[in-house]
């Protein structure tokens, strides 16, 4: 809906215009003022699309009221039609024009005219919009990739400064102990490198369609128990081994009937698993599953919760954005690629399920993954439910 306002001190003029544009330009918002001041803060506060100004007004002249919305930065974009009750010539236009105007109309005014301009006016701020839009997507991508690179100019050097730097300790005179000290540090920054090519190497497959999913009967304890021993090095990379990992199935059975790719499922909550662990400092998280029924469906939900630092509602879907954290500057507190989250988005599309979250700042966060069950038809068949439209819809 187009949105107009008209600075008019005399109020047959408003009538009249207001009745000309709902005409002209059906669908049209018309708000009005009655003074210069008046249509200013009108201006600042409800950002029409247009403004239809009188140039004869008392206290603040049209010019006046043109130039300081020209010079204002809120208001310096609309556009301005002058309008004059007598034939304006080249010494007032070059008035207005020099004050900013856009264009000058002469009453009586014409239908068709005021309708011709105002259209006129809106293609070019929708065209201004549109480069602004295109401008501002331009300058975000670069910073994205600024971040980028700093983040993986630093999750590379982070783990090759800790293999140079102890391999180098390393000589013929070294202790034994100390010698399997530095081994140690060596092997595990050695594993931080590769998890992060292999992270790189999911993200070209996924994009390109290259990855294979291995449907096979998932054992779910055993999904869950290689979860937690995963869970235990992270653990200990992080320097958190007070936090308490729980394990919580519930009353589901083990031998639900999930027919998936188990390496998969496994792999995503891992992700998760690992990021309640880093952005926990103190308290739990807790993992668990349950069966759960809605619209004549089966499904399985796994979900990891922690008592961590959360997440805001506006930032709910960014996190699972390629190469995105909540904080994306170099400094950040919390250190990673920020990749596990999409890719785990991504493998659960997949798989056939859903991936969501519920959080807020302060109160930590429950990440959630829905799995189709298969089931039997009642016919000795089993009904895969892979394609069932989802529960949650989550962008």
Known sequence: MSKILVIDDRKGNLTSVRATLEDAIPGCQVIDARSGREGIELARNEQPDVILLDVLMPEMDGYEVCRR??????????????????????????????????????????????????STMLRISNTEQQLKETLLKAQEAERLKSAFLATMS??????????IGFSGLINEETPPKEVAI?????????HILLKLV??????????????????????????????????????????????????????????????????????????????????????????????????????????????????????????????????????????????????SKKLTKLLGGELWLESALGVGSTFFLTL????????????????????RQVS
């Not at 530095?182 to 920054?189: C, F, G, L």
């Not at 189709?372 to 529960?391: A, N, S």
């Open 69 to 118: 919305l020209k010079t204002t930065q809120k208001t310096r974009h609309i556009h301005v039609i002058l309008i004059s009750a007598y034939e304006t010539n080249s010494q007032n236009k070059v008035k207005g024009f020099s004050a900013g105007a856009d264009a000058f109309l002469i009453r009586p005014i014409e239908k068709a005219e005021l309708a011709a301009q105002i």
């Open 154 to 163: 630093h999750e590379f050097r982070t783990p090759l400064n800790a293999i």
């Open 182 to 190: 530095y081994s140690k540090t060596i092997h595990d920054n050695g």
């Open 198 to 343: 292999e992270d790189l190497f999911d993200i070209t497959l996924l994009e390109t369609g290259d990855i294979r999913i291995r449907r096979v009967n998932v054992n779910i304890h055993s999904v869950l128990n290689e979860v937690l021993e995963a869970v235990q090095l992270e653990k200990e990379r992080e320097r958190k081994k007070h936090i308490d990992i729980k394990l919580s199935p519930g009353d589901a059975a083990s031998d639900l009937p999930l027919m998936s790719d188990q390496a998969r499922i496994r792999q995503i909550l891992v992700y998760l698993v690992k990021n309640a662990v880093k952005f926990t400092r103190e308290g739990t998280v807790e993992i668990g599953y349950r069966k759960e029924s809605w619209a004549g469906k089966q499904y399985v939900t796994f979900y990891v919760k922690d008592t961590g630092v959360g997440i805001a509602p506006e930032h709910h879907n960014l996190i699972f954005e390629s190469f995105r954290q909540v904080d994306d500057t170099y400094s950040r507190p919390f250190q990673g690629a920020g990749v596990g989250l999409f890719i």
């Open 372 to 391: 189709p069950l298969k089931v039997e038809t009642g016919k000795g068949d089993i009904q895969d439910f892979d394609t069932l439209e989802p529960r």
